[in-house]
């Protein structure tokens, strides 16, 4: 199981790939805002069956 500080590092290095990509495509870096959670806001409060879909990230979208 992974602690908290390397869960909250995996997820905002995740973040920081998807807001790269974005950027290659095109997207002004500025746009889009990243902040890895780690497990501090999981969908599904069971790890036994919920750990996969816990591993995710999440984009929201904002008109300018």
Known sequence: D???DAGMKLT???AEV???YL???GIDKKQVSVNGQGNAL????NPE???VTNERVE???EAL
Not at 42 to 45: A, K
């Open 49 to 51: 069956v919920g750990a």
């Open 42 to 45: 999981p969908i599904v409060l």
């Open 12 to 14: 905002q290095a995740r």
């Open 2 to 4: 992974m602690d908290a």
């Open 23 to 25: 950027s290659d495509q």
């Open 59 to 61: 984009l929201m979208v």
């Open 18 to 20: 998807l807001q790269r």
